[in-house]
C-alpha cells in the first residue's frame, strides 16, 4: 500500500527608496522575484529564483499579519555566494525594535517563530558568481503546520498529516506529474499540486490534510487552474490527489447564447453552431459565436440553484482549430441579476484561462463555489473564433457547505472537499547538504490541537551557527501559541550586550 494524502479544503517604489507603504505585503527594488503577499500567508523569491540572482541588486519586503497575531516564516531555499561579513551577498530581517540580521548561508532551522505582526525582509547583492538566492514564505501563527512551495509528498511517512500552503506556490518553479482525477506522482510539489486540482486557490492558500491509500498505473497530464502538470507512468509508490466531494458533473437544462454562427460551406450547405451544441458531451462541432462579434457569451440553465464548484471547457473539435483562451463568469438565481465572479480576491472580476488548442479539456475551480441556477461563460481572448464546449462540476446545497459561496449560504448538514495524495519511500528527515530545502520536521509535541504532530522549534541559537550569522541586534524566536519548548531544545538566545550564545535573554524580532 502506498500513502494517499487525504487534503480537505479547510504602485511601484524605486530602488532603496528607504519609505514602505503601512498597508500589508510591500516590496520595492529592482532585485525582487515573485511575491504574493496577503495579510494572512504569503510567498515571495529573489529574481531570477531558482537561478542566480543578478549582482548589484536590492530587494525589501514588508510583511505583515493582523496585529493579533505573529509571523512564521518558512525558508523553502537560501542559497547566497558565501562572503566575509555577508559582503558579497545577504538576507536580513528587521523590525522597528531589532534587527536588523545578515546571513549568507541557509538557516538551520526551516520555521522560524516571531513575535512580531511585522517584520521586513531585506536582500542585497553585489558582485557574485553563483547561488539561487532567497525563496521564503510566511503565514500567521495561527497555523504553526505552514511548509514551504518546494515540500513534496515524499517528505512525509505518517499516515495521517496537515499542512497549511501559503498563497504564493503556483508559479515557483517544481513539477507535477498526474490530474485531479487519477492523481499526483508523489515527487510532484505538495501546494502546487494543491492549486493543480483545485482544493486551494493559490491567492488565499489554505489547509490540506493528507492520507494514505494504493495508486494506479498510468497518469495523464491536464491542464487544470492554470497549471499544465506531465504524464508519467508508474515505477514505484506515487502521490494521488482525488477529486473534491462536490464534484459531479451537473446536468443542465438548456444552453442559450447571444448569438450563433450560420456556417454556409463552399459547396452551399449549412450547419448551425447553436448553444445547443455547447455541451461537453457532444459529438462533432461546438457553440461558436457569429462571426465578426467583438463581444459573446454562452449561457447554461440548471434548471435550479445548484453548488457550482468549477467548470470544464473544451474547444471546437479536432476538425477545426477554434477555441477560447481565457473569460470571465457571472451567475445567477433568476437570469435577469446578474454578478461577476470574482474569485477569492473579492476585487476584480477573476479572469480564468482557458484552452490552448481545439480538443483537450481545461478546468477550473471556483474558489469559493457559487450557488447559482444560471452560469454565464464570456469569452476574453480567443483563437480564430470563439467557440465552446463547456461543463459545470457541483453538487445538489445539502451535499456540501461552500465557504461562504456567492449567494446564500448551504445547507449545515455537509462535508468538506476532499482530495487525496498517494505518497510513497519517505525521504530520511536530516538536513539536506550541498541543495538545502528546508521543508521537514524531525521532532514533534503530542497531543497538539486537532491531534496533529507539531515541531519543537530547533536549535537555531548555537556557537556553532555563529559563523553563519553576523549578529547586529538581538533576535527572539519564541515558540508558536500554545506550545512551550524546553529550553534545551531551543538552546540559548541571544542579549545584545553579551556574546553570541553566552546567554539565555528573550528580545524582540
Known amino acids: ?57 536590492m530587494c525589501r519586503w514588508r510583511l505583515q499579519v493582523p ?19 555577508c559582503a558579497h551577498s545577504s538576507l536580513l530581517l528587521a523590525d522597528l525594535q531589532a534587527g536588523p540580521y545578515c546571513r549568507n548561508s541557509a538557516p538551520s532551522a526551516p520555521l522560524l517563530v516571531t513575535n512580531s505582526s511585522t517584520v521586513t525582509v531585506l536582500f542585497n547583492s553585489t558582485s557574485h558568481r553563483s547561488g539561487r538566492g532567497l525563496l521564503l ?12 512551495c518546494l515540500v513534496r509528498g515524499t517528505h512525509y511517512t505518517q499516515e495521517h498529516v496537515s499542512v497549511y500552503c501559503p498563497a ?44 494514505r ?40 437544462a438548456t444552453f442559450n447564447a447571444s448569438s450563433w454562427w450560420h456556417e454556409v460551406d463552399a459547396l452551399g450547405q449549412s450547419r448551425s453552431w447553436g448553444a445547443e451544441r455547447a455541451a461537453l458531451s457532444t459529438t462533432g462541432h461546438s457553440w461558436a459565436a457569429e462571426p465578426g462579434t467583438k463581444a459573446a457569451w454562452l449561457e447554461l440553465d440548471l434548471g435550479t440553484r445548484r453548488n457550482v464548484t468549477g467548470i470544464i471547457t473544451k474547444g471546437s473539435s479536432e476538425q477545426h482549430n477554434y477555441y477560447v483562451m481565457s473569460y470571465h463568469i457571472s451567475f445567477s438565481r433568476d437570469g435577469k441579476n446578474w454578478r461577476p465572479y470574482r474569485g477569492s480576491s473579492g476585487q476584480e472580476d477573476k479572469v480564468f484561462e ?33 467557440a465552446l464546449k463547456v461543463a459545470l462540476v457541483g453538487c445538489p446545497l445539502a451535499r456540501v457547505r461552500a465557504p461562504r459561496p456567492y449567494g446564500e449560504t448551504l445547507h449545515k448538514n455537509s462535508h468538506p472537499h476532499v ?8 525521504l530520511p528527515c536530516t538536513p539536506s547538504g550541498g541543495r538545502p530545502l528546508y521543508t521537514h520536521r524531525c521532532k514533534g509535541v503530542e497531543g497538539s490541537p486537532g491531534g496533529l504532530t507539531l515541531p519543537f522549534l530547533p536549535r537555531i541559537h548555537t556557537a556553532g551557527d555563529a559563523a553563519h550569522w553576523q549578529l547586529c541586534a538581538p533576535l527572539l524566536l519564541p515558540p508558536a501559541p500554545g506550545f512551550p519548548l524546553p529550553q534545551e531544545e531551543v538552546g540559548p538566545v541571544l542579549s545584545p550586550a553579551l556574546p553570541w550564545g553566552t546567554q539565555h535573554h528573550h528580545s524582540k524580532l
Not at 67 to 85: K, N
Not at 137 to 148: G, K
Not at 193 to 209: K, P, R, S, W, Y
Open 137 to 148: 514564505s510566511y503565514a500567521t501563527s495561527q497555523h504553526p503546520d505552514l511548509v514551504t
Open 213 to 252: 491509500e494504493k495508486g494506479i498505473t498510468l497518469y495523464e497530464s491536464a491542464f487544470a487552474n492554470g497549471l499544465h502538470s506531465k504524464r508519467w507512468v508508474r515505477s514505484g509508490w506515487v502521490c494521488s490527489l482525488l477529486s473534491p466531494a462536490c464534484d459531479d458533473v451537473l446536468e443542465v
Open 1 to 57: 500500500m502506498g500513502l494517499f494524502w487525504r487534503l480537505h479544503q479547510v504602485g511601484k517604489l524605486r530602488q532603496g527608496a528607504s519609505y514602505l507603504s503601512p498597508l500589508p505585503g510591500v516590496s520595492a527594488g529592482n532585485g525582487c522575484g515573485h511575491t504574493l503577499l496577503t495579510p494572512h500567508s504569503g510567498t515571495l523569491s529573489s529574481k531570477n529564483y531558482p537561478g542566480t540572482y543578478p549582482n548589484h541588486t
Open 67 to 85: 496585529p493579533d497575531t505573529s509571523l512564521l516564516l518558512a525558508f523553502g531555499d537560501v542559497d547566497l555566494e558565501p562572503s566575509e561579513h
Open 168 to 211: 504564493g506556490c503556483k508559479d515557483i518553479y517544481g513539477d507535477i506529474w498526474g490530474n485531479p482525477s487519477q492523481g499526483y506522482r508523489d515527487t510532484s510539489v505538495l501546494c502546487k499540486a494543491a492549486v493543480h486540482a483545485g482544493v486551494i486557490a493559490d491567492e488565499l492558500g489554505g489547509q490540506v490534510t493528507l492520507s
Open 419 to 426: 482530495l487525496n495524495i498517494l505518497l510513497g519511500l519517505p
Open 354 to 386: 482557458g484552452n490552448f488548442d481545439s480538443h483537450g479539456e481545461v478546468s477550473n475551480a471556483f474558489i469559493p463555489p457559487v450557488v447559482a441556477r444560471y452560469i454565464r461563460v464570456t469569452p476574453q481572448r480567443w483563437h480564430q473564433r470563439m
